[in-house]
């Protein structure tokens, strides 16, 4: 038998560290040698979770199969982790210093099968440089420091090339982005944060994901059915539910204006805003209120909730957050305000798409120059290609010719949910991101909008909506 013993000391909560260790899907940000990870088991972390690891070794790696033994929160994890070739028990204890530190100490007994002993008694020197290595990956996702985001050098190329650019939509821009992310280990137990559209797709993976992370969701649905076998899905698969389900169709203003209504009567301040309900619709139809429905779901409806919600966004110690999620289709599009309203002969649903999501683009950054000084950041992603319910109604030709290539609807929400969490991603505003990296709003120069067009977009939404509001 093989022991390593690691002990390191964080500047963060026992619960922070505890939670963080726990999932062990987090070995892949911080173990060098943990190339995948994932949990097997549905529902909360805890005692029996099971979590499948690859671990770098020959061409194909060692796969893992780990479980919890044993599970006292704050204080001690018992992992056991079965290979072909090794057991390994990892006793992990959390010791508070001071206030707000912690003390890890990391137990890892080896044991070998087949003999294997000697040979792996021969490599000690290397699996003890390795287990070192790791505590140091550990102490380092726990400190939470990461840099303001920036895209690299490569990314900037891929994006000056059409071709280059289109492939990091699919699921092969996902996994390359994902070999070069940082830990995430903010924790955002408590923080409360509102999210709309999140009965279906990447809205419904956010919604689990942020759950995970501790996270107190309203979420924003249209269809009262939904609630319940939306929440009981999420307390399977978390172990929590949202704290709220409001009610709202969000293509009409005075649904948003009641939803407003109602979260002010709530009182309840706001951490984060993701405005990520959308859909495209490939026939044209107006509203009740009168307004061609991909303007009015899709720009004025974000919009103005935004704006409506802002007294509950500031005034709070941490800065707010707002996340647009809008669409790569925009890259078609130059924002021309006289053409955002299409009209009925010259509809075509994945313009008129396309262009509100080109507006909302073009929002994100206005507003994060007009919030520069109010302590909230506001920045837009778009999901690349992701294989949602929303995608299969809408484009199914799309999708059967892309099929393979398309992400999984988590894939897609991951960077929703890392611009609502990570500490770093609250460092930047007025940026569009793909795979937690800022990237061009333009693929090409002709849709470059003029300055004049820009300065008149929100004078444009409001005219609109006193229009519809007078009506
Ligand atoms: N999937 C992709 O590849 C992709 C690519 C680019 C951008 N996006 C954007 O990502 C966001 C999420 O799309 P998705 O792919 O996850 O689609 P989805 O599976 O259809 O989910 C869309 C969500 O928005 C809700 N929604 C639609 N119309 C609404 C309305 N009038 N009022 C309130 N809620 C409404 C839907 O509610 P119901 O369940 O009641 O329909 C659903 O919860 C959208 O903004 C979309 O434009 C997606």
């Known amino acids: 038998m093989i022991t390593l013993n690691e002990t390191i000391e964080v500047p963060r909560t026992v619960e922070a560290c505890f939670r963080y260790v726990a999932d062990f899907r987090t070995t892949v940000e911080w173990d060098a040698t943990a190339v995948k990870a994932r949990k097997v088991t549905r529902g909360p972390v805890g005692l029996g979770s099971r979590f499948a690891l690859v671990c770098r070794a020959g061409p194909t790696g060692i796969p893992l199969m780990y479980s919890i033994d044993e599970f006292t929160p704050w204080q001690c994890l018992v992992l056991t982790g079965k290979s072909r070739w090794f057991t390994v028990k990892d006793v992990i204890t959390f010791e508070p210093v001071g206030h707000s530190s912690t003390r890890i100490t990391y137990t890892a007994h080896f044991e070998y099968r087949y003999g294997l002993e000697a040979i792996a008694s021969r490599n000690e020197t290397a699996l003890r440089k390795m287990g070192k290595a790791s505590l140091r990956g550990l102490a380092k996702a726990l400190a939470d420091d990461n840099p303001s985001p920036s895209a690299l050098l ?47 797709g990447l809205g419904y993976s956010a919604a689990v994901s942020l759950l995970e992370a501790g996270a107190d969701l309203t979420l924003i649905i249209r269809d009262k059915t939904k609630i319940e076998s939306m929440q009981a899905s999420l307390e399977q698969a978390t172990g929590r539910c949202a704290s709220a389900v409001e009610l709202a169709d969000l293509s009409l203003l005075s649904d948003v204006r009641a939803l407003a209504d109602k979260l002010h009567a709530q009182a309840k301040p ?42 509950l966004m500031t005034g709070h110690d941490a800065t707010a957050r707002v996340i647009n999620v809008v669409s790569g289709g925009m890259y078609t599009q130059k924002l021309k305000l006289n053409q955002l309203m299409m009209e009925a002969e ?15 683009t073009v929002l994100t950054e206005l507003w994060s120059e007009q919030w520069r000084e109010d302590n909230i950041v506001v920045n837009s992603m778009h999901p690349g290609w992701a294989d949602t319910p929303g995608v299969q109604s809408a484009l199914p030709g799309f999708r059967r010719l892309t099929q393979r290539v398309l992400r999984s609807a988590e894939e897609g929400a991951d960077t929703i949910v890392w611009l609502a969490r990570a500490s770093e991603a609250g460092l930047v505003s007025g940026k569009l991101f793909l ?14 909008e003029s300055t004049e067009e820009r300065m008149q977009l929100i004078p444009w939404l409001n005219r609109t909506y006193e229009n519809v509001s007078t009506n």
């Open 154 to 200: 490569e990314t900037k190329r891929k994006d000056s090339n059409l071709i280059a650019a289109l492939r990091c939509f699919t699921r092969y821009g996902y996994s390359r982005g994902r070999k070069l992310w940082r830990p995430m280990s903010t924790d955002i137990s408590g923080k409360h944060i509102v999210l709309t559209g999140a009965s279906s």
């Open 270 to 311: 706001i951490d984060v805003l993701i405005n990520n309900a959308g859909a495209l619709f490939n026939d044209f139809a107006e509203t009740q209120e009168g307004i061609e429905r991909s303007v009015a779901l899709l720009l004025l409806s974000p919009w103005k909730l935004t704006e409506l919600l802002l007294p």
């Open 346 to 360: 010259h509809y075509k649903g994945s313009v008129a798409y396309a262009r509100a999501k080109r507006a909302l």
């Open 435 to 448: 795979d937690r990296e800022p990237r061009t709003t333009h693929l090409q120069s002709a849709t470059t």
